[in-house]
């Protein structure tokens, strides 16, 4: 089935160097919807942003990812870190015309410091 | 704007307890879902529905029963509470392939 991988569990970085989050994922469907989550402490999954566009960048809120097919990948970027931006990131995946099940990647723990 | 809104906050249950948890939405929106999230694991989808009487399994759903008698509520028993099910379960709501809204979660606690 499908799924999506979040290789870091945690990522730790002082305010002002640059994020970057690693999704990557496999699925049989040929355009699926890839997104990012963001969950902050005692609060729900919100979205960030998402995209269903091969190799176009999509932003939101400072963040940036781009939809590579070729590599399964949808890493998120920011190009410096603000401690507001300490929070769990979630990357997910529907199978776009292949169905609603929307499946998430274990998470990244995002920790910024002064 | 919407809201989704679930019920109870907190459930307590005795090892080996039928639990239940609701949800409702008021954006009208078609598909819903129950996620189950614990530390490390992230978010693993246990059962979705994506019209009023439908209902499709996730990958979590053994143990687990979920009802949709209606387009705005989506309910989620636990069969048989463990105490290795403690967790935070998540109700989401969407259009379609798009964005999903997700409530403030229910915390399952087994005594």
């Known amino acids: 089935g499908d799924s999506v991988t979040q290789t870091e569990g945690l990522v730790t970085l002082t305010e002002g160097l640059p994020v970057m989050l690693n999704c990557t994922y496999q699925t049989i469907y040929s355009n699926p919807f890839l997104f990012w989550y963001v969950q902050h402490l005692n609060e729900s999954p919100r979205l960030l942003l998402k995209?269903?566009?091969?190799?176009k960048r999509t932003e939101h809120q400072g963040f940036h990812a781009t939809l590579h097919k070729s590599s399964s990948s949808f890493h998120l970027q920011k190009s410096s870190a603000q401690l507001s931006d300490s929070a769990l990131y979630y990357c997910?995946?529907?199978?776009?015309?292949?169905?609603?099940?929307?499946?998430f990647g274990s998470g990244t723990r995002l920790l910024v410091s002064p | 704007g919407g809201i989704i809104t679930q019920t109870p906050k907190f459930l307590i249950g005795q090892e080996g307890q039928k639990l239940t948890l609701k949800c409702q939405q008021n954006?009208?929106?078609?598909?819903m879902y129950w996620y189950r999230q614990d530390s490390g694991k992230g978010l693993r989808l246990i059962y979705y529905?994506?019209?009023?009487?439908?209902?499709q399994k996730g990958d979590l759903s053994e143990g687990y029963d979920a009802s949709r008698e209606k387009k705005s509520s989506f309910s989620l028993t636990v069969t048989s509470a463990q105490k290795n099910e403690m967790a935070v379960f998540l109700c989401?709501?969407?259009?379609?392939?798009?964005?999903?809204?997700f409530g403030e979660g229910s915390r399952l606690i087994v005594v």
């Open positions: 529905s994506i019209t009023e009487n439908d209902l």
């Open positions: 995209s269903f566009t091969d190799n």
């Open positions: 989401a709501s969407s259009i379609g392939q798009g964005t999903l809204y």
């Open positions: 954006f009208n929106h078609d598909t």
């Open positions: 997910a995946l529907s199978p776009g015309t292949g169905g609603y099940k929307v499946v």
